[in-house]
């Protein structure tokens, strides 16, 4: 079975500091595929990053970056310099895996929710 | 549309009620998707359609829910003789193709609250 583990329930921080918010999964695929949503209080879920599990090159976005480890399975996500429209739900997932027939299916995380104070 | 739609945004309703949910796909997407969102909880899977393939209701908690969609354009979920525990946001999602990779684009959801 797969499971996504936000350990993080809330993460309160200052703005224009950084925060890292963990991710850890539990797949049995050898292909599958990670993201990231945001979830404002608006209640829409931004789909923010896809990766591939084969690819384990860090990626950064301006002021997001994401850090993926196979060997830890884990896809963290760091925020620089926040502000205070970061404060949202973030949800790490799991999905598009190569075993079974289900691949369409995306297996979440129970979400971390960021505030980010002036 | 430009993005998925659902309505209402928000319903109120007593236990034992009927409740149905509509989701407005991103036209052209092929795969539609409900997950539901309890408080303080990651979203669940309930069902998935693709085109006109029968769909995937694994995720059905119970026989109170059901879902139909009609070819490849609108969804409606339908929460029999409601109860408290099915207060969640649920939420639909629309994909050009059936698989996770592809990505959802998700709707801002329906919250539900059962009295």
Partial sequence: AQKVTQAQTEISVVEKEDVTLDCVYETRDTTYYLFWYKQPPSGELVFLIRRNSFDEQNEISGRYSWNFQKSTSSFNFTITASQVVDSAVYFCALGGGNSGGSNYKLTFGKGTLLTVNP | ?115
């Fill in chain 2, 1 to 115: 549309g430009a993005g998925v739609s659902q309505s209402p945004s928000n319903k109120v309703t007593e236990k034992g009620k009927d409740v149905e949910l509509r989701c407005d796909p991103i036209s052209g997407h092929t795969a539609l998707y409900w997950y539901r969102q309890r408080l303080g909880q990651g979203l669940e899977f309930l069902i998935y359609f693709q085109g006109n393939s029968a769909p995937d209701k694994s995720g059905l908690p119970s026989d109170r829910f059901s879902a139909e969609r009609t070819g490849e354009s609108v969804s409606t979920l339908t929460i029999q003789r409601t109860q408290q525990e099915d207060s969640a946001v649920y939420l639909c999602a629309s994909s050009l193709v059936g698989t996770a990779p592809n990505g959802y684009t998700f709707g801002s959801g329906t919250r539900l609250t059962v009295v």
